[in-house]
């Protein structure tokens, strides 16, 4: 059964530090992992999708690489700004599952000005 | 430019008053899904459409139905809302079952009073 863990649970930093979301999950034969992020009541928007040939995946300030071997992914935060505060989520579809999205808890970021 | 648009976005009910919560898309993706998300916990998926092939999960209560009367609109109705089903409500759609990108609503927040 596909399980997916998200360290830390929380992190608070202060603006301008380069910070690492870890995110792993049990099952290898994925397609692909996508990072989401959360802002307080509002839905998912989707920051990044790795796919499973892929190693690593850019946009803006954000690097997300994928080591599907060792069932791991990291999505590094350059300069942090207080906007990047929310609640980052990975994501990775459970063959089992019949592709389904298997979540994992999150990490809530908070980026002190 | 919204591409899965979810309304309304704040709704409350009574308890076992009947509710229904919408969503469309303009992605004509085949593949349409409900999450239940509670607070600082990950989406729960409640079921999904393939094309107008319904999928429950095995633990989504009988309260929870839905519909789908066209590529574009699904619906989730509560029969009978509990307390217990205070949540966040998400819809998110994918292109297809091999193609898992996610893209999801802004999501609606159900207040059951």
């Known amino acids: 059964k596909q399980e997916v863990t998200q360290i830390p649970a929380a992190l608070s930093v202060p603006e301008g530090e380069n910070l690492v979301l870890n995110c792993s999950f049990t099952?290898?034969?994925?397609?692909?992992l996508q990072w989401f992020r959360q802002d307080p009541g509002k839905g998912l928007t989707s920051l990044l999708l790795?796919?499973?040939?892929?190693r690593e995946q850019t946009s803006g300030r954000l690097n997300a690489s994928l080591d599907k071997s060792s069932g791991r992914s990291t999505l590094y935060i350059a300069a942090s700004q207080p906007g990047d505060s929310a609640t980052y989520l990975c994501?990775?579809?459970?063959?089992?599952?019949?592709?389904?999205?298997?979540f994992g808890a999150g990490t809530i970021l908070r980026v002190k000005s | 430019d919204a591409m899965v648009i979810q309304n309304p976005r704040y709704q409350v009910t009574q308890f076992g008053k009947p509710v229904t919560l919408s969503c469309s898309q303009t992605?004509?993706?085949?593949?349409m899904y409900w999450y239940q998300q509670k607070s600082s916990q990950a989406p729960k998926l409640l079921f999904h459409?393939?094309?107008?092939?319904?999928?429950n999960e095995a633990d989504t209560p009988d309260n929870f139905q839905s519909r789908r009367p066209n590529t574009s609109f699904c619906f989730l109705d509560i029969r009978s809302p509990g307390l217990g089903d205070a949540a966040m409500y998400l819809c998110?759609?994918?292109?297809?079952?091999?193609?898992?990108?996610?893209?999801f609503g802004q999501g609606t927040r159900l207040t059951v009073v």
């Open positions: 998110a759609t994918s292109r297809d079952r091999l193609n898992t990108e996610a893209f």
């Open positions: 099952d290898s034969a994925i397609y692909n």
């Open positions: 790795i796919q499973s040939s892929q």
């Open positions: 994501a990775v579809p459970s063959l089992e599952y019949g592709n389904k999205l298997v």
């Open positions: 992605l004509n993706h085949n593949v």
């Open positions: 459409y393939y094309d107008k092939d319904f999928n």
